[in-house]
């Protein structure tokens, strides 16, 4: 069975300090892979998604980027995180040809 | 814009009774409708799909889906207290676009005993 796999479940960092979140898939091949923020009282927001390796599109232009290394792992990047970056940022992958999406179990940023 | 629209709550009800949870939504040419459940803290799970016109059941939940008024709902019988959540509703937008869903804000539903 599929499962993702989501890291570090919560984090706090200081302003200007760099990022990195990683999210695999399992159980599954060529997925497509997205990265959402949730910040609080708010609704997701959708950063990035991923139709294959190397292939990253953006919905939101910010300090943050992604990598697709590896057909089953996303990571969602920073080089200086601001305190507007902090959230509860969630993976989550999708099967071709099914519209509903199954999401990590997520990590809560906190930035300082 | 695209936008799903949901009423924040919280929506109260008593254990046992029906919740009724709706959404609606602007994009006419919209054909798939998700329903997520996201705990607090947690990450949203989809709980239920709905394609066509007409109702959806699949256990205590029901799903109904009228393309005409643009408008979506779940409802939720024998309420519990473990059905204590927020409830997310994503639309998927009309054919030939990208596959990225519109998320409704939720609404939050209590179940007290």
């Known amino acids: 069975s599929q499962t993702i796999h989501q890291w570090p479940a919560t984090l706090v960092q200081p302003v200007g300090s760099p990022l990195s979140l990683e999210c695999t898939v399992e159980g599954t091949s060529n997925p497509n892979l997205y990265w959402y923020r949730q910040a609080a009282g708010r609704g997701l927001q959708l950063l990035f998604y991923s139709v294959g390796i190397g292939q990253i599109s953006s919905e939101v232009p910010q300090n943050l980027s992604a990598s697709r290394p590896q057909d089953r792992q996303f990571i969602l990047s920073s080089k200086k995180l601001l305190l507007s970056d902090s959230g509860f940022y969630l993976c989550a992958w999708r099967e071709e040809g099914y519209h509903g999406y199954t999401f990590g179990s997520g990590t809560r940023l906190t930035v300082v | 814009q695209k936008e799903v629209e949901q009423n924040s709550g919280p929506l109260s009800v008593p254990e046992g009774a029906i919740a009724s949870l709706n959404c609606t939504y602007s994009d006419r040419g919209s054909q798939s409708f998700f329903w997520y459940r996201q705990y607090s803290g947690k990450s949203p799970e989809l709980i239920m799909s709905?394609?066509?016109?007409g109702d959806k059941e699949d256990g205590r939940f029901t799903a109904q889906l009228n393309k005409a008024s643009q408008y979506v709902s779940l409802l939720i019988r024998d309420s519990q207290p473990s059905d204590s959540a927020t409830y997310l509703c994503?639309?998927?937008?009309?054919?030939?676009?990208?596959?990225?869903?519109?998320f409704g804000r939720g609404t939050s539903l209590i179940v007290h005993p």
């Open positions: 709905i394609y066509s016109n």
């Open positions: 994503a639309v998927k937008p009309s054919p030939g676009g990208s596959y990225i869903p519109t």
